[in-house]
């Protein structure tokens, strides 16, 4: 079955960088787009970008180019997502979603479990 | 910038038709997923491209989308429909989430 299990929880200071990965298991990890999604304390879900963990090719939401960076590793089939320069608005919890087309289709059939990053001084 | 409109809550009862609505200019030109959202729990996917249902979803579940509205339908709610709800569009190659609603099952 598919699964996707995220790293843990961090704590990171102001203008710190965090790397949050995703490993996947149970289908061909490049034949499926990676998003990243997060959600703030109480707050709605909000999308920073997709991977074509095939190509390495990247879109990021505006709001967060030149912070974020996507990559992924395919001998063990994990993707990773990285914030940097940190702050309080950046704690959350963020998730990885499999797309589910083999092209960037929008559509976030498995979620993984959430990493939680807080951001305090 | 592209706004998905949600309501932030709509209330059922237990048994009858719950509509959560989502809307934008032209939505019904874009194709719409929705996601249920229990407290703690990851983002589960519950309609997609409009009308569509994942495998494991109970057909209770609908969708549809024309205008500038998209609606998620719950027939015969059950306590267990209680949750967030999020719908979600890909304009110009970035995704959009609406604000979510909450769905209290009275």
């Known amino acids: 079955q598919v699964q996707l299990v995220q790293s843990g929880a961090e704590v990171k200071k102001p203008g710190a960088s965090v790397r949050v990965s995703c490993r996947a298991s149970?289908?061909?990890?490049?034949?499926?787009?990676m998003h990243w999604v997060r959600q703030a304390p109480g707050q709605g879900l909000e999308w920073m970008g997709w991977f074509n963990v095939n190509t390495g090719g990247t879109n990021y939401a505006q709001k967060f180019q030149g912070r974020v960076s996507m990559t992924r590793d395919t001998s063990i089939g994990t993707s990773y997502m990285e914030l940097s320069s940190l702050t309080s608005d950046d704690t959350a919890v963020y998730y990885c979603?499999?797309?589910?087309?083999?092209?960037?289709?929008?559509?976030?059939?498995?979620w993984g479990q959430g990493t939680l990053v807080t951001v305090s001084s | 910038s592209y706004d998905l409109t949600q309501p932030p809550s709509v209330s059922v009862s237990p048994g009858q038709t719950a509509s959560i609505t989502c809307s934008e200019d032209k939505l019904g030109d874009k194709y719409v997923s929705w996601y249920q959202q229990k407290p703690g729990q990851s983002p589960m996917l519950v309609i997609y491209q409009d009308k569509k249902r994942p495998s494991g979803i109970p057909e209770r579940f609908s969708g549809s989308n024309s205008g500038n509205t998209a609606t998620l339908t719950i027939s015969g709610t059950q306590a267990l429909d209680e949750a967030d709800y999020y719908c979600q569009a890909w304009d110009t190659s970035h995704v959009v989430f609406g604000g979510g609603t909450k769905l209290t099952v009275l």
């Open positions: 149970g289908y061909t990890f490049t034949a499926h787009y």
């Open positions: 979603a499999r797309d589910a087309g083999l092209a960037a289709l929008a559509i976030m059939d498995y």
